[in-house]
């Protein structure tokens, strides 16, 4: 334990020393999969809400890495609880979690391009998710499942409606 490098070493002390090398090579292998993958499935979406004005694909990149992250933080906060078996935050603790989730939704749809005015519907699905995981009441399931008709809806209109139909010919 003690020949390791300082940054490898675990101990009581030492919380996250010892993870510190897997999380950075998660997190770069995460950019790299999203660069190769994500990035061009992203930028296809894009294409459909905003031509040819796509934003770069590192900024892409650092939201959806973002949208993750928040993601991340939100399954290890759901449910938490402190050394007392009491909830953290106390009885924010749902808005809290709802709000970690809306923050992953916002940046999931800013990673895939959607313009500010469809911001939003992924941020409501997941409020509806988490409302909807913290009292299993039925018609919370109802937000969601209307979020995503809302959804596919504005993207057949953005697809179909709003493309120019003349064609000019040189």
């Not at 292998?29 to 296809?44: C, D, G, K, L």
Request: aromatic share 16%; charged share 10%; proline share 5%.
């Amino acid at each position: 334990k003690s020949s390791l490098p300082i940054i490898l070493r675990s101990g009581k002390n030492l919380t996250l020393r010892g993870a510190f090398l897997p999380i950075v090579f998660s997190l770069v292998s995460s950019i790299a999969f999203q660069q190769r993958y994500i990035v061009p499935v992203s930028e296809s979406v894009s294409f459909l809400f905003n031509g040819h004005n796509a934003q770069p694909s590192i900024l892409t990149s650092f939201y959806l890495t973002s949208s993750t992250s928040a993601l991340v933080v939100a399954l290890w906060f759901f449910k938490r609880k402190n050394q007392n078996g009491e909830f953290l935050c106390g009885e924010y603790h749902e808005d809290v979690f709802q709000l970690i989730l809306a923050a992953c939704g916002a940046l999931f749809a800013l990673g895939f391009g959607l313009p500010l005015k469809l911001v939003p519907l992924p941020t409501l699905m997941l409020l509806g998710f988490a409302i909807y995981l913290s009292t299993r009441m039925l018609r919370f399931f109802a937000v969601i499942v209307f979020t995503i008709f809302i959804s596919i809806s504005f993207l057949v209109q953005y697809r179909f409606i709003y493309i120019p139909k003349t064609v000019k010919v040189a």
